[in-house]
């Protein structure tokens, strides 16, 4: 009979998996128990664990003990498989008449959110005498947006449902959408297999599929979890309704070419007004923040060198920070007053949509793997994406408590 725990450590062993995840997991609650200590959010924390274990530092995945094990992209499954959850969970605090509330600042917010990273970081690439195409692409990485940081960031801090956080929510989705068409737009051309017609195609196939699983979410999936109760196992429900958000990121992703964070968001929030939700809520919070969030913030760190880049590519990527942070922070926030939000509404939106998370790792890989990017220019795009992750909560702690100190408690309970 074939043993499970290989006891050479062969290429099938488990064993470096199980070292991986123990410090993994280990380290991400200890500094996230030191960032809460200091006043910053548990994700800081989190995340600077990644950054001390990752080729910067330790390079915990590179030990002798480790070597051909493979164990680097478990890791990283395991930590998509976070987000998705992470993203699920954000669904359930929202309500479909929060996001309509909150439309218009919504759709101008995702929008002018693209446009404006993606106009400045066109040209700080033409400035810096990169080839038209390479320029292009690293505006479209600009444009991307991840918020699942900024999610829990809000969680934290019990602000999740303030007309700013749900805004964002849905300004994500618009952002993730429209970065994804462009995406595919440009990978037509620059490939040259393509033709516009095949590119409308792609875009109507998007928005076909994106309708199809929010009619599902809602229409269905009250009625799925129902059945999971019913099933009378243990944790029936939980394992019914994490399966079909699984499947409904899958979906997303497979047939609409969409980033499966948004199938799985808009689980949540079909499942929102289910009498199921407070149970739901309980059992993920123990499955997410238990195991495979930490994954996912700290193989953010994992995938970052920062040792290989010379001196003038870190005044390039110093460059590229500031205008990653500052062309988002712009767009988003003119389009959230543009749809109506206050000033202090507009720039807590904008500031919440500066993380670039797992959505820019996904543009940045579809360059490196089409030949667009070169390795240095991939270090550099992965070293903007920890650091626009890193600061995003900090600078989502530091603009709400400034609006306490101006508003008092009183606005820490306005939601939609």
């Known amino acids: 009979m074939q043993t499970l725990f290989l006891v050479g450590g062969g290429d099938n062993s488990i064993l470096p998996l199980l070292l991986v995840l123990s410090l993994v997991i280990l380290t991400a609650k200890v500094f996230g128990a030191v960032a809460v200590r200091i006043g910053q959010p548990t994700v800081l924390g989190e995340l600077l664990a990644g950054l001390l274990l990752g080729p910067t530092f330790l390079d915990l995945l590179a030990l002798p003990i480790l070597a051909g094990s493979g164990v680097g992209d478990v890791v990283q499954k395991l930590g998509q498989i976070g987000v998705i959850g992470l993203m699920f969970a954000a669904g359930l605090e929202i309500e479909l008449s929060d996001l ?46 991840s918020v699942s940081i900024s999610a829990q960031t809000l969680l934290e801090l019990k602000r999740l449902r303030t007309r700013e956080g749900v805004a964002l929510l849905g300004a994500a989705v618009v952002d993730d959408i429209l970065v994804l068409m462009l995406l595919s737009t440009f990978i037509v051309f620059v490939s040259g297999e ?96 238990g195991f495979f969030v930490p994954i996912f913030l700290v193989d953010i760190g994992l995938q970052a060198d920062v040792l290989i880049l010379s001196s003038s590519s870190m005044a390039f990527a110093a460059v590229l920070i500031a205008v990653a942070i500052l062309s988002k922070v712009f767009g988003s926030s ?66 709400y408590q400034h609006e306490e100190k101006s508003h008092g408690p009183a606005a820490r309970s306005r939601d939609p």
């Open 100 to 145: 309509r509330r909150t439309g218009r600042p919504a759709i101008f917010g995702g929008t002018l959110g693209v446009i404006s990273p993606m106009l400045f970081g066109s040209g700080l690439g033409i400035l810096f005498n990169l080839p038209i195409r390479e320029a292009i692409f690293l505006g479209l990485v600009l444009s991307a947006t």
């Open 194 to 289: 393509g033709s516009f017609l095949i590119m409308l195609g792609q875009v109507g196939l998007m928005l076909l599929v994106l309708i199809l699983v929010t009619l599902f979410a809602v229409a269905f999936l009250p009625r799925v979890a129902k059945l999971g109760v019913r099933l009378r196992v243990s944790e029936g429900l939980l394992a019914t309704v994490f399966a079909m958000v699984l499947l409904m990121a899958w979906a997303t992703e497979y047939f609409g070419q969409v980033a499966g964070i948004t199938g799985a968001f808009i689980a949540g929030v079909g499942l929102a007004r289910s009498p199921y939700k407070n149970e739901l809520e309980r059992s993920l919070h123990t499955l997410n923040f």
């Open 334 to 399: 003119l389009g959230a007053k543009l749809g109506g939000f206050s000033f202090g509404e507009s720039l807590r939106m904008g500031i919440g949509m500066v993380s670039r998370g797992e959505v820019g790792l996904i543009v940045a890989g579809v360059g490196a793997s089409e030949g667009i990017l070169s390795l240095e220019q991939f270090t550099i795009i992965v070293l903007m994406v920890l650091v626009t992750t890193f600061l995003t909560p900090i600078l989502l702690r530091w603009v």
